[in-house]
T-cell receptor
Framework: DVKVTQSSRYLVKRTGEKVFLECVQD?????MFWYRQDPGLGLRLIYFSYDVKMKEKGDIPEGYSVSREKKERFSLILESASTNQTSMYLC????????????FGPGTRLTVL | DAKTTQPPSMDCAEGRAANLPCNHS???????VYWYRQIHSQGPQYIIH???NNETNEMASLIITEDRKSSTLILPHATLRDTAVYYCIVTSGGSNYKLTFGKGTLLTVNP
């Protein structure tokens, strides 16, 4: 079974802190994604990566950056956390075949105070 | 990607079949129908997908109408653990596609 793990299930940070969210997948997938999920807004794509060191902006990249130094690991960075970044963050990975499925991690619920 | 329409909520008795409908009248020929579910405070879980033929796996069955404008996800024997929000997504796939989740259907399985 595909496994996507995220470094923390719950995280509390203060405004202005730099925050790192880590995601690791064990299926040698080329594609990895970071979403955030907020009530009433559904899932929104922040960034995705289609290969090591390659990244593309999603729908809401402002205030975030990403890093993919190794194929299995995709990090989301909040350069200076703000209260409006309080959210559930979901990582996903996927292979390259047209019908490949996107597999999600358990999510990190981040609270910025 | 085509838009989907799902009822906001449904109830089902434990042990009975749950039939979750989805309308996707603007689906195009190369678009697949995917179903995911999300149990409260967890990441979405893939259930099943199909193009035009009916599909079955260990979790569920997917029935797609002949004109492909609608589909039904069937959980044959619903359990309390199947209570979740179910999302129907239509997408053409490709290596860099993103998933657009609508509001889904909250399925509540009652004892």
């Amino acid at each position: 079974d595909v496994k996507v793990t995220q470094s923390s299930r719950y995280l509390v940070k203060r405004t202005g802190e730099k925050v790192f969210l880590e995601c690791v997948q064990d299926m040698d997938h080329e594609n990895m994604f970071w979403y955030r999920q907020d009530p009433g807004l559904g899932l929104r794509l922040i960034y995705f990566s289609y290969d090591v060191k390659m990244k593309e902006k999603g729908d809401i990249p402002e205030g975030y950056s990403v890093s993919r130094e190794k194929k299995e690991r995709f990090s989301l960075i909040l350069e200076s956390a703000s209260t409006n970044q309080t959210s559930m963050y979901l990582c996903a990975s996927r292979g390259t075949a047209v019908t490949d499925t996107q597999y999600f991690g358990p999510g990190t619920r981040l609270t910025v105070l | 990607d085509a838009k989907t329409t799902q009822p906001p909520s449904m109830d089902c008795a434990e042990g009975r079949a749950a039939n979750l409908p989805c309308n996707h009248s603007t689906i195009s020929g190369n678009e697949y129908v995917y179903w995911y579910r999300q149990i409260h405070s967890q990441g979405p879980q893939y259930i099943i997908h199909g193009l035009k033929n009916n599909e079955t796996n260990e979790m569920a069955s997917l029935i797609i109408t002949e004109d492909r404008k609608s589909s039904t996800l069937i959980l044959p024997h619903a359990t309390l653990r199947d209570t979740a929000v179910y999302y129907c997504i239509v997408t053409s796939g490709g290596s860099n596609y993103k998933l657009t989740f609508g509001k889904g259907t909250l399925l509540t399985v009652n004892p």
